[in-house]
T-cell receptor, first 114, second 113 residues
């Protein structure tokens, strides 16, 4: 069983479209995250949810909107996609927001905006 | 505020040689430190972590790291490199609590047969 699963794995779309990425974890963790990894492998946190409550909201465009229907799921919706949104998006989870345990990452969603 | 510096974006070692990947951090509070590995087209996997206690921590795949407070370092080592160790390695620091983890820029390890 995959611990943190993301769908889709690849996403190619045109500028201006709206798309969603889904993430689910079956580890019973309380906290989930979205990270963006750019072409130079730099990882930047976007959002963090703890038990469905938003606890970290970095400076990202309003076009990005996370939603956590329950603590096992964290989705990312992106409106009006731009070329600069092309990246790999990783979902991760941890037992709690107390960052002593380390994260379990999903395998990523490679988003290409053309 | 916290930051992580990984010295060397690319490191090449011969198979069987010592692996040393360098990580220096800055943190205003006692940090939690992590090393992650990322294989091509995969997510990051936790190799090891330092929270409190013993400063030499052992992780998976034969890797270990030593927390040196005086040097603000957390270097990753492995006595003998295997071809399967070729990957990108990330050092990360967290102040704990509900604070964000800061990742380094990564070091790509190449293992030469």
């Amino acid at each position: 069983d995959t611990a943190v699963s993301q769908t889709p794995k690849y996403l190619v779309t045109q500028m201006g479209n709206d798309k969603s990425i889904k993430c689910e974890q079956n580890l019973g963790h309380d906290t989930m995250y979205w990270y963006k990894q750019d072409s130079k492998k730099f990882l930047k946190i976007m959002f963090s949810y703890n038990n469905k409550e938003l606890i970290i909201n970095e400076t990202v465009p309003n076009r990005f909107s996370p939603k956590s229907p329950d603590k096992a799921h964290l989705n990312l919706h992106i409106n009006s996609l731009e070329l600069g949104d092309s990246a790999v998006y990783f979902c991760a989870s941890s037992p709690s927001g107390q960052d002593v345990y380390g994260y379990t990452f999903g395998s990523g969603t490679r988003l290409t905006v053309v | 505020a916290q930051s992580v510096t990984q010295l060397g974006s690319h490191v090449s070692v011969s198979e069987g040689a010592l692996v040393l990947l360098r990580c220096n951090y800055s943190s205003s509070v006692p940090p939690y430190l992590f090393w992650y590995v990322q294989y091509p087209n995969q997510g990051l996997q936790l190799l090891l972590k330092y929270t409190t206690g013993a400063t030499l921590v052992k992780g998976i795949n034969g890797f270990e790291a030593e927390f040196k407070k005086s040097e603000t370092s957390f270097h990753l080592t492995k006595p003998s490199a295997h071809m399967s160790d070729a990957a990108e390695y990330f050092c990360a620091v967290s102040p704990g609590g509900y604070q964000k983890v800061t990742f380094g820029t990564g070091t790509k390890l190449q293992v030469i047969p």
